[in-house]
């Protein structure tokens, strides 16, 4: 299978300056007529000038019925369908092109083009759909304005959306209606939407900054109604947000958001007619957890925010994909940093960070956060695009400082406004309002894997220097070895040792006050500080300041001390982190050597001053007290033993659990609240204090806790409490618990997928060695379905990260990952390639379970393989 690449860019020979789209909706016979204007691209000079360039449409599962070049039909001969493209040898400098088309969405069950899902039509284009929907340059640097008339039955297609603004409506013959749409503002076609069905909608409104009138939908299915406000109110916060923080205002007369069930991803961007997953839109108390409530929040803002960092400037290519996905991630998390607790969303952003992304750098798909090659480019929606991307841009507004970060943006989307560009065009803006120098800083772009920083540091009693000398290393990635140093902006203060307190940092005889950004440029480098009072502690890389390992031969005095005593609350719980492991390290060495484990006092000691001392962020302490998840510990070890690793951390838990049993019992007792729920920062930090505290208790199985999880899950207040407490009882080794909770949880919510979605995680996920033959007979449970993408995470994807059970050494958990990889190939190969990923992760396990895990990677590769599981087997065993 091809590959395609950077290095060979060239504009599009033709590009087009308006579409107009007419849809005959049909479930199996839906007819696309298209009337392209079209015009040769400026840039591109043809080679001989008698024939001019081939026009080249991209098209795939097309039935061409028909094709005219200026009212003109083409007779065979004339053009050429083949190898997922039309293509015509001559056509004039500027013509109209017409095409019509045949489509089945009813045997789509990709989701990618135009599908249907319960009834309802609907459509997901970018990267490459749209092409399933007619013939098209569909490449996102070919931007035209659309007209886009949908005709559907009257009766089952009530609703019928499109792009932009309602122009025309009318009825047609055979009980069937039109609805035109026209979206003013050019747009690459990935951006493109269409919806029909019988859909209901709640309406609010929104004044823009200038004074402008927006009227705000969300469609959905009438049962659903009353699962929108959260959504709603997040969405107008969010128009707030970027008015007040990057003076971005809406520009279309309406914006729509419709929930769909069927979908691939969590939400789609496309103008004016945002499509969401259902799960990443609907809420209500009594069937959503506060993470989801926070999530949907995020991922309203996330996709409203593209409608500038993607829309309005978008991507040149494919591989400029983190232009506008890293943007647009770093602006949803300072929104959602904003809006809640920014210390627990900077931590909890860190954490997934550090397990999951750095995975995916030391894995055999690492990759640049601008790709040079790709075989399918969906395979690039990955954690490096998107959230190393994000960590790029915070470099950035780091380096520059708010205002002139502010004002890069401002020329950027001034600059480029209705163009598609590239990285280098944003860095150049940043570059330009600063004065600064950002050679260096492109290479993060452009280099895979995380570097690694070295620290160690020297004080100097006689002379009160402090030498803090650092290293960088990147470690070679697949197709990439001599990697060159990066611009690295280390965040750091000294904590003094007597005094508790961070000290001025003087550094080549400037006082650069108590917390500092040092640049890390070269290979190594040595800081001297000066004037430093005091014997002190470093706390280096403050908030994470960049995507880099730091370490730093920290002593468990020295961590403890930071965490009391650390004036950056991101790094206080870094240094809690860094404590817990070292004793979770020494306790994964004793299981393996089948040594006695014990625990280490001096950790009982510091959470038990957490406990006593608490202070007044309550997120922040439920953060401190919850442990690396076992996914992070392995993500440290040089070789995974997901059975020393599980063991381990059972043991600290268990243990802190006995110690502190009283201490956990009162932050239990003390959390409890009878107030209605509602999803802000204060109640949710509450609910999660109480929970993690229950999970210690029950950990231990607890008598009075196992009472207490009971009357939660009884009393049903709130699915934060329904499902914390169901999961602790599903989790336990109490089957007679167990069993009753899920059955009644299970027949009370069968009505509503969602609700659903969460049993079946719930059941897969726990620890006890039965969970294999769970999924296998949840797997024919009559609500589970293959089809959909939710379903499949829920119940396949869950399972792939319970650990214990995933990497069971008889392989079959590998097995049954494999045959629904083999299965998703052919039904929907996007959900199949990302699903398959766990199995790509071969090399950080022993001998046994690799082999294991590359004899499915081999027997998926034998099956005739779509790109996109192609392309992922590949790397994986290369
Ligand atoms: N920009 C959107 C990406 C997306 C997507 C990508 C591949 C396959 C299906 C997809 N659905 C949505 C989502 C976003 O980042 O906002
Ligand atoms: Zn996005």
């Not at 951006?191 to 969300?218: C, N, P, W």
Request: hydrophobic share 40%; proline share 5%; net charge negative.
């Amino acid at each position: 299978m091809q590959a395609t690449y950077l290095k060979d860019y060239l504009p599009p020979a033709y590009r087009v300056t308006h579409t107009e789209l007419t849809f005959d909706l049909a479930p199996s016979a839906t007819r696309v007529k298209a009337r392209l204007h079209m015009e040769r691209h400026p840039d591109r000079e043809p080679d001989d000038k008698e024939t001019g360039l081939p026009l080249e449409l991209a098209g795939g599962e097309l039935e061409l019925i028909r094709i005219a070049i200026d009212g003109q039909t083409l007779e065979p001969g004339e053009f050429e369908v083949g190898d997922g493209k039309l293509t015509v040898a001559t056509v004039p400098e500027r013509f109209l092109l017409d095409t019509e088309v045949e489509i089945d969405p009813d045997a789509n069950t990709a989701l990618e083009g135009l599908y249907r899902s319960n009834g309802m039509f609907c459509t997901q284009c970018e990267p490459e759909g749209f092409r399933r929907i007619t013939y098209y340059p569909d490449r996102p640097d070919v931007m035209a304005t659309f007209s886009t008339t949908v005709i559907g039955d009257r009766d089952s297609l009530p609703v019928l959306l499109s792009n932009g603004n309602p122009v025309e409506k009318g009825e047609l013959p055979n009980n069937r209606h039109f609805v035109t749409w026209e979206d003013p503002h050019p747009k690459p076609s990935y951006l493109f939407a269409l919806v029909a069905g019988s859909l209901e909608k709640v309406e609010d409104h929104y004044t823009t900054m200038s004074g402008r009138d927006v009227l705000l939908q969300i469609w959905v299915e009438p049962e659903n109604l009353d699962k929108t406000e959260h959504a709603m109110a997040s969405l107008k916060r969010s128009m707030q947000w970027d008015e007040e923080t990057y003076g971005r205002e809406y520009d279309l007369d309406r914006f729509m958001i419709v929930a769909v069930n069927d979908f691939n991803m969590g939400a789609m961007e496309n103008k004016g007619l945002n499509i969401f997953n259902s799960a990443a839109v609907l809420t209500h108390p009594q069937t959503a957890n506060d993470a989801t409530f926070q999530r949907v929040e995020g991922i309203v803002a996330h996709e409203y925010f593209h409608n500038w960092s993607g829309n309005r400037v978008t991507c040149r290519d494919w591989f400029q994909l983190s232009l506008k996905e890293g943007f647009t991630v770093f602006r949803d998390q300072t929104f959602s940093a904003d809006v809640n607790s920014a210390a627990v969303k900077r931590i909890e952003d860190v954490s997934f960070f550090r397990t999951a992304q750095f995975a995916e750098d030391a894995g055999p798909t690492a990759h640049p956060v601008r790709p040079d090659h790709y075989i399918e480019i969906s395979n690039f929606y990955t954690l490096t695009i998107y959230e190393k991307g994000a960590e790029l841009v915070r470099m950035l507004r780091h380096l520059l400082g708010w205002e002139d970060f502010r004002r890069g943006s401002d020329l950027y989307f001034e600059r480029f406004d209705g163009q598609a560009v590239t990285i280098e065009d944003f860095v150049a803006c940043m570059a330009e309002v600063s004065g600064l120098d950002l050679e260096q800083f492109l290479r993060w772009y452009s280099q895979a894997g995380t570097p690694e920083v070295d620290a160690h540091g020297e004080y100097d009693y006689a002379n009160c220097e402090y030498r803090l000398r650092l290293s960088q290393r990147t470690p070679a990635t697949p197709g990439q070895t001599g990697k060159l140093p990066l611009h690295i902006p280390v965040r750091m203060g000294l904590v003094g040792t007597k005094s508790g307190h961070d000290l001025t940092l003087t550094l080549d005889g400037e006082k650069r006050g108590k917390d500092a950004v040092i640049h890390l440029r070269e290979a190594e480098q040595t800081f001297v500080f000066t004037d430093v009072e005091e014997a002190p502690v470093p706390s280096l890389l403050r908030g994470f300041s960049a995507p880099v390992k730091l370490r730093y031969p920290y002593s468990r005095e020295e961590l403890a001390f930071l965490l009391t005593h650390d004036s950056d609350g991101f790094n206080r719980w870094d240094a809690g982190q860094r404590l817990t492991m070292l004793a979770l390290d020494d306790l994964i060495a004793a299981h393996r050597n089948g040594v006695e484990k014990v625990m280490d006092v001096r950790l009982v000691e510091a959470y038990r001053s957490l406990l006593n001392e608490p202070g007044d962020d309550k997120a922040v302490l439920a953060e401190m007290l919850t442990l690396p998840s076992e996914a992070y510990i392995a993500e440290q070890q040089p070789m995974v033993d997901v059975d020393a690793i599980h063991a381990a951390r059972e043991f600290v838990r268990q243990s802190l659990a006995w110690q502190l049993r009283d201490d956990f019992l009162a932050i239990y007792r003390d959390n409890l609240s009878d107030e209605p729920y509602a999803p802000t920062p204060e109640q949710i930090a509450s609910r999660r204090l109480k929970n993690v505290a229950l999970a210690y208790l029950m950990s231990i199985e607890d008598d009075e806790a196992i009472g207490l999880t009971q009357q939660q899950l009884e009393r049903g207040a709130n699915m934060t409490d329904v499902r914390a407490a169901l999961t602790l009882l599903a989790h336990s080794d109490r089957t007679d618990l167990a069993e009753p909770a899920l059955k009644a949880f299970g027949e009370k919510w069968a009505h509503d997928p969602l609700v659903m979605d969460q049993w079946f995680t719930i059941q897969v996920t726990r620890p006890q060695a039965d969970v294999l033959d769970r999924v296998r007979f949840l797997m024919g449970h009559p609500l589970f379905s293959m089809k959909n993408p939710n379903k499949v995470r829920a119940l396949i994807g869950a399972f792939a990260q319970n650990r214990v059970n995933f990497h069971r050494l008889d392989g079959e958990g590998y097995k049954l990952l494999a045959d629904v990889v083999i299965e998703l190939n052919r039904l929907n190969p996007e959900i199949a390639a990302r699903i398959i990923t766990p199995l790509t992760r071969w090399q950080r396990f022993d001998e046994q379970r690799q082999a294991l895990m590359k004899a499915e990677l081999e027997r998926i590769r034998a099956e005739k393989l779509s790109p996109n599981v192609y392309e992922m087997v590949e790397r994986a065993l290369a």
